[in-house]
């Protein structure tokens, strides 16, 4: 608490402004005059918790400074009528609060200080010390802060001393390169020149940067005193401060603060009686990235084009006007107050061996909390993204972190573990760079990530050196040709070469480090490169050649979303569904069972939630329901017999497309029915029998032949198979083999029965209740699965065991709360070690707790054992829902097929085939457990290859842009309508009615539901 | 330069060069002539390159060649309200490419013809507004706004529509 007086103070920034800001300002002036309440109402700058403005800070008298975020002009009533008047918490809005100063001051109920708030309590404030604090606009606010007191000290020291003391410090220019400042300084005042010159370099280009515009719109007067510590140090007369153009609030803040700095004598003639002058004056950057540069720098000041030149001369010893010249980065300035007034060594305790200090990053992209952060040099690349920034946007994964903007690279989310130092960061080949750190997450393309820096590269050259200039357009045409899917393999050696040539040959430094993001994103994602050029495949579905809408390009069957779901929208019912069943024969299968990669990829998701595709497709799916009754089987036209081993989603399709290219196709299913796991894995509740066998019958009205109850290996051979006459065989027999736990016990005592035999037995009609306790371990959707079914059949309790939270939890959100409602319990953090028995039966399950530790390499925190805290769970069934493995163990002893360590087939990747010529493999039997949908991916893959057997022709996979295939125009929707449009949700039994019984439990989207959700896609294929 | 042969310029025209001239002599600066001129009248026409000539010591190719490497001057005319539409990294992860493509449908200009024709906007690229960490974002005039949308850019647009935003921060 400042005074006796109880103060509001919202965060004006220009991101708080963005976000409305100024209107919060006024609603909470207004509202103040409305409720009489005596209190101030002032502004600061950015407290870095951009993600959560607008940002207001309470400080009330007796109580803890509190930061409000995400205030908006409907929420500021509240802040006044409740926190203010009555000291009532407004949850919603609290984010952290600071220790109290004194006794006095009482605590806000569970807001988490300063130093407990994950966000805040690894950062370390030196440079951004007052921002967020003060009112930037006040003078006396600095001044209360120590404010020129640095000023005040260094006047009574001679000018070596200063540079001592910042030498001590070991700070690096902040700019990017990290030139020990004092050196610079050294060299500048070294030159017997009598004018001489500080520039402070806030023409701040890169984009994804912001750092240097937070310090000067927040905290102006730091940086103005920081130059004058400059320039008493090398001897200057005047300084220029060289600021974009595009930073108004910023030129505003620096125009009043050095105003203000004038009228005290701490600018000017004769500086507080020292007999030291210094002068400064603002010059507005005019729109050339390459300004950053300093010599253009130097070159725009001086009303030149802003063209570098070679070095050496250097500019301390020859830059502005020929005179020597100090540029130093606004964050370098900011810090020299705090060095001169603290011990120079305090700053130097911070850091690593060579780096010392803090760094100020703009934390930006795909994070939880975007901001203003400034780390201790050290701090792993990991724990600044994943602790401070607070980890990816939910339900996405980090891919890269992009350092340092054009002249940078991006660090691959497995190297993040390197500590944040000049060093450690270029051994990567990115740059630290002036602290601008983009996150890219899967919805993020590399190469179009590599291909907009060198535009933006040829944009800003200069068009001084032939190497820049031409050099970069060079890359760029390379660079387009690959996002538009016509690069070639040859074009990746080009471009390396194309690099090290500009490298070697530009004249400065933004030229010398233009290839840095090409060669970055060569180096860590060259996959993602050779998918564009080899499988005409964008895999975060950012290239528009190559991908119209990111749901199709996200899913494996490449099925055209946008238009079937455009067709919806337009109530063409039947279109939509033809359109569905070209790529895949299960639509009503999938529309209840498919894991929905589209969604995730869904733009706009990034406006409200993603379109349920699934929903939808569920909607246009079930209509076809019973369709086999319409269907001609299409007419046997070749002589060649195909046998598939395995009746799932994957032998099924490729029965599906084989059969209707005129191939006579047998499919050989162990089970009673066909469906594989799509019968035997899914529980009837979520896939009801009756419209998995829907779907088969309209395969098999193609005329495709189902033999159930055919085992291969005991009924059949593939000798025997060949005798009667079929050519080829595709094995596509699933993953139905439980793994173990591995744990002791195991297999001493009944009770412990791996999930898919558990699921299976049931599926197929046994409805005996497996005993009264049952525990289910593992988190994906298949332990869930297992854990309501054990309910349906009448278990008292059921427990799922889960080794890391909730958060981490693979299953799908729906399906855990839908368990929860259902009364399972799940035990997170937990880990089964040993089971326990009595005369052969099991009577209770011993587990661990689990803390969690660093994240690993999927970017998920590993689970780790908390010594000593082992504890039972009572049960009397347990059940395994970890993993399978195709059962495949006869068919590898009685043929010479090559099998991989996981035991599955190893086949082709491209083609299918196995080692065994005309034998073909496909499904879980390669993958191992994945979902339908790839399944029927591999299904036409191996209906493809198999056909070019056939025919002759040579194996290979035609890889093609997924692009629409029918132009469905888009739909008017007024704008009245688009505010009513939302999500529906899913309606479903109730959860009291359906754990008793294995009816279907989601009842599907009505017609209008469904047209009202196609209406909110944002038609990306247009 | 776009500018007809026998253009009259008016003394009102003097006036504000005039002015401009005066106000900023204690820099000695073209730079920030040009930069003012800009800023009064959107662009920086032939007749205020004539007249910088003729009242200080720059040439006027040396002007036209300052004022044709940086991305802040124009040539042309202007409209009322300027918006930059930020192509920064963070905007361009965040979708800014679709969202500058629907204001130019929007307001119906491209990248040849930024201006609409009642002279209202003009739309200009720029490389980074430093509002990352609420991307997607673009600037009207002095004034920035973030976590852009479709919806919440044609509403933007209708303020300015109606004369009830003006772009001041």
Redesign the interface.
Known sequence: MNGVKSQIIVGMATCGRAAGAVEVFNSLKEEIKNSGIDVDLKSTGCIGLCSQEVNVELDMVGRTRIIYGRVTTETARDVISKTVKNGEILGENAIFQYRPKNELESVYDDVPFIDEYSLTKDQIKIALKNCGNIDPFSIDDYIKTEGYDALKKILKLNPEEVIKKVEKSGIKGRGGAGFPTAKKWTFCRNVKEKEKFVICNADEGDPGAFMDRSLLEGDPHSVIEGMIIAGYAIGAQTGYIYCRAEYPLALKTLDKALADARNKNFLGDNILKSGFTFNISVREGAGAFVCGEETALIASIEDQRGMPRPKPPFPPIKGLYEKPTVVNNVETLANLPRIVLDSPMEYHSIGTDKSKGTKVFALAGKVKYTGLIEVPMGMSLRKAIFEVGGGPLPGHSIKAAQLGGPSGGCIPENMMDIPIDYDSINSTGAIMGSGGMVIMDETSCMVDIARFFIEFSTEESCGKCTPCRVGTKAMLKILERICDGEGKLEDLDKLEELSHSIIDAALCGLGKTAPNPVLTTLKYFRDEYEAHILDKKCPAGVCKRLTASPCQSACPAGIDVPSYVALIAHRRFDEALDLILEDNPFPSICGRACTHACESECKRGEVDKPVSIMHLKRFVADRGIGRAKYIKPVPVTKEEKIAVIGGGPAGLTSAYYLVQKGYKVTVFEALPTAGGMMVAGIPEYRLPRNIVQSEIDAIAALGVEIRTNVRIGKEVSIESLRNDGYQTILFTIGAFKGKKLMISGEDKFTGCVDSIKFLTKVNYGDRTKPGDKVVVIGGGNSAIDAARVAVRLGAANVTIAYRRTRKEMPAFEEEIEAAEEEGVIIEYLTAPTRLEGKGGKLTGLECIRNKMGEPDSSGRRRPVPIEGSGFLLECDVVIPAISQEPDIDEIAENNDFEITRWNTFEVDPDTLETNIKGIFAAGDAVTGPSTIIEAIAAGQRAAASIDKHFRGEKLEWEYRSVIPRRMVPEIEVPDEEVERLKRPKMPCQKASKRKKDFSEVENGYSEDMAVDDAKRCLRCDL | MEQKENEVISAEDIQVLDSIYNENRE?D????YL?KIQSALGYVPEYAIKYLASKTK?SESHMF??IT?????STKPVGKNII?IC?????????SK?LGKKLKAMLNVDDENPTTEDRLFTVQP??????????P?M?VN??????L???KMKDIIETYKKGSENGD?
């Not at chain 2, 490497?69 to 001057?73: D, L, P």
């Not at chain 2, 002095?142 to 976590?147: A, E, F, I, L, R």
Request: glycine share 12%.
């Open positions: 820099y600066s073209i730079m920030i930069q720059a060649g300052v490497f940086y991305s802040q001057f930059k192509n920064g990294t963070a905007c361009h992860v965040g979708g679709v720029v490389a980074c507004l430093g509002c990352c960490a609420l991307a974002a600037m002095d004034k920035v706004y973030g976590t949308t479709v919806e921060f």
